[in-house]
């Protein structure tokens, strides 16, 4: 099992369902990897929420798929099961190591899906810790 985050922009994409997520990257997601979803909406500044860890239960590349309340098409689904959500929105930016620009360079710069590394793999343990994992 291989654990991998992925970025929801609520702009475009609206608020995350928690049953599906979208991307037009190829990549090595199989049934059974966990998929930590982290949200943004666009303001002055752009807040950041921790939407929950999943477990991919299918990979679906028969796209394109239109996105719920957008025009906007994925390639790739990703259909999915909870494993661990909060009740209340764990909004991101408020959290005592939380840095911007960091931050935006590794979860909300237009990778998408992409699988924790070195550098991420300390936010993996501060979001386990925010979902009381």
Request: glycine share 6%; hydrophobic share 30%; proline share 3%.
């Amino acid at each position: 099992m291989n654990e991998w985050h992925a970025y929801h922009n609520r702009k475009t994409q609206g608020k995350f369902s928690k049953e599906n997520s979208y991307t037009n990257k190829n990549i090595n997601i199989i049934k059974g990897d966990k998929l930590y979803i982290i949200s943004g909406q666009q303001g002055n500044p752009t807040e950041y929420y921790l939407e929950g860890i999943f477990e991919v239960i299918e990979k679906n590349t028969d796209g394109p798929f239109k996105l719920p309340n957008s025009e906007t098409q994925k390639n790739i689904k990703f259909i999915l099961k909870t494993i661990k959500t909060s009740s209340t929105d764990i909004i991101l930016n408020n959290e005592p190591w939380f840095n911007k620009d960091e931050f935006r360079s590794l979860f909300a710069n237009g990778f998408g899906v992409t699988k924790f590394n070195s550098k991420s793999e300390k936010h993996k343990e501060y979001f386990d810790f925010l979902l009381g994992s």
